[in-house]
């Protein structure tokens, strides 16, 4: 019997690249969508098999996690062997904008689910999307035993979740694991994150779109990885024998300007003379310095990112040119080729993704 998964967040970055390693594993992968007015399933479109097809394994369901009823039903009725909690408000910025429905969806979230997995009396795995983020203002290098002291509404959410995850794990005795996670970052990152804000306002000013990016503070500095190697530690942390906390980041950190330093010299432009400061992308409390110590997964989950910060940045600024039809410096394909398996090439986890079928994933 292949293994059941549930995932929240399927639609997001991570929820797209853990749906293809897990189709890739053999699982049968059920995953719940947002009700939208327009489509916005084009990160899995590409997996996507019709639903009428009786060995189709993959089936999307509609839900929210600001709302038991779906999730409730879902957990009873398919029980799944894992779950995978990615969905959430996942944008700090936004949080400041939106902290109750941020608490909502982002913190209360979590006890939805584990309401429904603990009375449901089901023998699942469950995972934890914890953040990085919930370290805030605590110095670097940062690891499981570092003190929380989170600087937005979204990682006061997130710390919640996290220590909700703690509790019931150590008060019902579940097998409940959190990641915490620190930034990582592809192609199909978000567009107002800024790793992909820089690569995509990059490739529109080669294209002839936009003159001027515009951003906040440049001196932050984050450990960016390639999200890919990240939803590998994921499902590595739901197979071990015992539930527990891991910290995954690459153990380099990099500031804004560094990124955006090496994009554009990548595609053979100097930066300094498209970027400009706009306060408003200002947080009213910035996290200045991530960067991870992760050598619980390295020992314990056998976990090392092997995408360096200049490769990440290839990637990235690689598939945004391509997507504006602009031909590419061409590493990106090379990397790929070189560090993962046939489940994440070019062609499937880029070109496929651009080309985008929008909307077919979509039930109902
Ligand atoms: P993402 O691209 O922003 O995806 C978030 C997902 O959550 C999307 O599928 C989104 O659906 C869904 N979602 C939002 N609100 C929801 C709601 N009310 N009910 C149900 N689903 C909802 O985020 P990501 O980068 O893949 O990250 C995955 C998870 O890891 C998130 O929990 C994030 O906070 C956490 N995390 C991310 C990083 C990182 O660097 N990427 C690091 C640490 C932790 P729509 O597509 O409909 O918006
Ligand atoms: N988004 C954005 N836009 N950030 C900017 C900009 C801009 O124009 N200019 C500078 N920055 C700075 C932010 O102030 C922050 O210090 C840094 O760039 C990274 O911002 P984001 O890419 O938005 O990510 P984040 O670090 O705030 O949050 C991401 O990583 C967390 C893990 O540490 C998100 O993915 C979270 O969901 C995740 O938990």
Not at 22 to 29: S, V
Not at 102 to 113: D, Q, S
Request: glycine share 8%; aromatic share 10%; with cysteine.
């Amino acid at each position: 019997m292949p293994k059941r998964a549930l995932i929240t967040g399927i639609t997001g970055q991570d929820g797209s690249y853990l749906a293809e390693l897990l189709l890739a594993h053999d699982y049968e992968i059920h995953g719940i969508i947002r009700r939208a007015s327009s489509f916005n399933t084009e990160r899995l479109d590409h997996i996507y098999e019709d639903p009428h097809n009786p060995k189709a394994r993959m089936v999307l369901h509609y839900g929210d996690l600001s709302s038991s009823e779906q999730l409730t039903s879902l957990i009873y009725n398919l029980e799944p062997d894992e779950i995978y909690n990615l969905g959430a408000q996942s944008h700090v910025r936004v949080s400041f904008e939106t902290p109750e429905y941020t608490g909502n969806v982002t913190g209360l979230g979590i006890v939805r689910i584990l309401e429904a997995v603990r009375r449901s009396g089901i023998q699942t795995r469950f995972y934890q999307a914890s953040s990085s983020e919930m370290f805030g203002a605590s110095p670097p290098p940062q690891s499981e035993d570092t003190h929380f002291h989170p600087r937005s509404p979204y990682a006061v959410a997130k710390a919640y979740a996290h220590w909700t995850t703690v509790n019931y794990r150590e008060a019902y005795n579940l097998f409940l694991s959190c990641g915490i996670l620190f930034n990582h970052e592809s192609p199909r990152r978000g567009e107002t994150f800024v790793t992909r804000k820089i690569t995509r306002a990059l490739a529109k000013i080669l294209a002839g779109k936009q003159k001027v990016l515009y951003l906040g503070n440049l001196d932050a500095r984050r450990d960016w990885g390639y999200a890919p190697e990240y939803v590998e530690g994921m499902w590595r942390i739901l197979q071990q024998d015992e539930s527990e906390d891991y910290v995954l980041g690459t153990g380099e950190s990099h500031s804004v300007r560094e990124f955006v330093d090496e994009a554009f010299s990548y595609a053979g432009l100097d930066w300094r003379e498209y970027v400009k400061i706009d306060y408003a992308y200002l947080r009213p409390s910035e996290v200045d310095h991530l960067l991870a110590d992760a050598s619980k997964a390295r020992q314990k989950l056998g976990w090392e990112p092997t995408i360096t910060f200049r490769q990440l940045v290839r990637i990235m600024v690689d598939a945004d040119l391509q997507s504006e039809g602009i031909s590419r410096a061409g590493e990106g394909e090379a990397i790929l080729k070189e560090h993962f398996a046939e489940w994440h090439q070019w062609n499937g986890a880029v070109s496929q993704v651009l080309e985008g079928r929008r909307g077919t994933a979509n039930v109902g």
